[in-house]
């Protein structure tokens, strides 16, 4: 990592991605991997950090971003296409309607970031398969571990948790969350000091969401227990490392 120059907080990133990648196995040499890029911080972290450890690895890997734009603000991939053109990396960017469809009459009775979000990932599936990716990552943190396990349990009675790395399609295409490891406010701090141009999020339901109301739920009960949040997420990620490993020992 001495060819790159980066405070604590970046190789912190880096090194959390690295470990996880190995640990899980989650990329081999020949892979062509699919990033979804929002314009948010998440996503941005997870580019800077594979494209870090494309050049880190001893086997080679390619990289391709993914942009779906929810069709809130036409123009709002702009910036991410101008720096994706300036790191070097391959892209397809689409201008969609999946956001207004998810807030119009004709989800009236369904959850709009539902909706837009099962669009959004049958797309990206489609997409990966046109420019015959074999991977698909996803820049999810341990703060979204923390809360999908919250809203499955709350919700729907399950104790179910996000996947580091899951197969899909008769295992023609591997789900991967290098980022798993790490708290959003790492990745904050990081995409601040790599100067990321981060896009403001034009949901209109951004911050209102079940996922967005819970996570509020959770800071309320972790205020004023030092280490309630962190071990909580850091339990969840030993589940699902534990987990994840049971099942390559029985393959």
Not at 123 to 151: P, Q, T
Not at 204 to 211: D, Q, V, Y
């Amino acid at each position: 990592m001495s060819r790159h120059q980066v405070n604590y907080v970046q190789a912190q990133c880096i090194k959390a991605a690295g470990k996880l990648m190995q640990e899980m196995q989650m990329v081999k040499s020949g892979s062509r991997i699919g990033v979804a890029v929002s314009g948010g911080a998440d996503s941005y972290v997870l580019m800077k950090v594979l494209k870090i450890r494309q050049s880190i690895l001893p086997f080679k890997f390619e990289l391709f971003a993914l942009h779906i734009n929810p069709g809130f603000d036409p123009n709002d991939h702009l910036i991410l296409q101008e720096w994706l053109l300036s790191e070097g990396i391959p892209y397809h960017m689409e201008l969609t309607d999946h956001g207004p469809r998810a807030h119009s009459e004709e989800n009236r009775t369904g959850s709009p970031c539902f909706l837009c979000a099962k669009l959004r990932r049958k797309r990206l599936f489609e997409l990966c398969g046109k420019y015959n990716l074999s991977h698909l990552a996803f820049g999810h943190n341990a703060d979204d571990l923390v809360s999908s396990f919250l809203m499955n349990l709350f919700q729907t009675g399950r104790v179910e948790g996000m996947s580091m790395a899951e197969p899909f399609f008769r295992n023609t295409l591997q789900i991967i969350r290098p980022l798993m490891l790490l708290e959003k406010k790492i990745i904050e701090k990081a995409a601040k000091a790599w100067k990321l141009p981060i896009s403001k999020n034009s949901c209109p339901s951004s911050g209102t969401s079940n996922r967005a109301k819970i996570m509020q739920d959770l800071n309320i009960f972790c205020d004023g227990h030092k280490n309630r949040r962190k071990n909580i997420s850091n339990g969840l990620v030993r589940w699902q490392l534990e987990k994840h490993m049971a099942l390559l020992n029985n393959e």
